[in-house]
């Protein structure tokens, strides 16, 4: 059995991990929020783009058509890049949520271990301690993947719509 002084701070540890770990959530919403905002403005943007083009067609002769495509190239690129940023961010708080989240559970499950004793062992190494043995939990490495996954091809399909649109900005003039 454990001392009841250890109780208390074990139990504030848990709590304060557990009060990051919802701030952790809230960020990553925020971020999440963030690079949907960021892409629903780009499509809108293109779209006028497009759009104008296209209606302007018989008013814009074809030698022109690199002004619409220059336009588009830099929201592409600024838009590209702040997504592919916001993205990282996302993932890169993700992983430490997964993280906090494996850690509040080893805390949870045995008594005598600290904050202190877990945050010293690397993820997947065990952590020996005057007779308790236990691995600090590794969060889900497919579910990281998957993440890393979605997030590139989200990022190359961004890539091909705006390829997609520069291509759009010379045919529709020409």
Known sequence: MSN?????????????LT????????RIQ???????QLTNLY???????????SSARS??????????????????????FTFYFTTEKILSCREHFDQNSADLDVLRLNEGVTMADVVQVPPGEPLNREG????????DQCKKRWRRVLAYASTGLY??????????CHALLC
């Open 132 to 139: 308790v043995e236990l691995r600090r939990a590794r969060p």
């Open 19 to 26: 009060q990051i770990n919802k701030k952790q959530e809230k």
């Open 159 to 168: 890539l091909g719509f705006s390829g997609v649109v520069l291509y759009g």
């Open 59 to 80: 008013n814009i002769e074809c030698h022109h058509w690199w002004i619409p495509f220059v336009l588009s190239l830099l929201a592409a690129i600024l838009n590209l």
């Open 30 to 36: 925020a971020l999440e929020a963030k690079a949907l």
């Open 43 to 53: 499509f809108v943007f293109q779209g006028v783009i497009l759009s104008t083009s």
């Open 4 to 16: 009841p002084d250890q109780l208390p701070g074990k139990n504030n540890e848990i709590e304060k």
